[in-house]
């Protein structure tokens, strides 16, 4: 079973900036679009960011220019620079295939606020 480890999150104040890890227990480097969820408390999980194999990414309007996904095949990682923070960006934050395919792993914590 692919395992898909996130790590990162912490508590940070209002404009600050993290940077989530995802590690997968398989090659990433077939793996056509990778992306990044957030499930907000009381919300449905949504995609965030998502980069294709060739390096082309897309984002959500609510992230676009202050969150940057990229990806390392040879690490098997993908990560997620989140730049000036919101409180509504507080979510549990997941890494998946696009669509998910994969089992979701227990995500990382991002908890905004002053």
């Known amino acids: 079973q692919v395992q898909l480890v996130e790590s990162g999150g912490g508590l940070v104040q209002p404009g600050g900036s993290l940077r989530l890890s995802c590690a997968a227990s398989?090659?990433?480097?077939?793996?056509?679009?990778l992306g990044w969820y957030r499930q907000a408390p009381g919300k449905e999980r949504e995609l965030v960011a998502e980069?294709?194999?060739?390096?082309?990414?897309n984002y959500a309007e609510s992230v676009k220019g202050r969150f940057t996904i990229s990806r390392d095949n040879a690490k098997n990682t993908v990560y997620l620079q989140v730049n000036s923070l919101k409180p509504d960006d507080t979510a549990v934050y997941y890494c998946?295939?696009?669509?998910?395919?994969?089992?979701w792993g227990k995500g990382t914590l991002v908890t905004v606020s002053s």
């Open positions: 998946n295939t696009v669509p998910g395919m994969f089992h």
């Open positions: 980069i294709a194999r060739s390096g082309t990414t």
């Open positions: 398989v090659s990433i480097f077939s793996i056509s679009a």
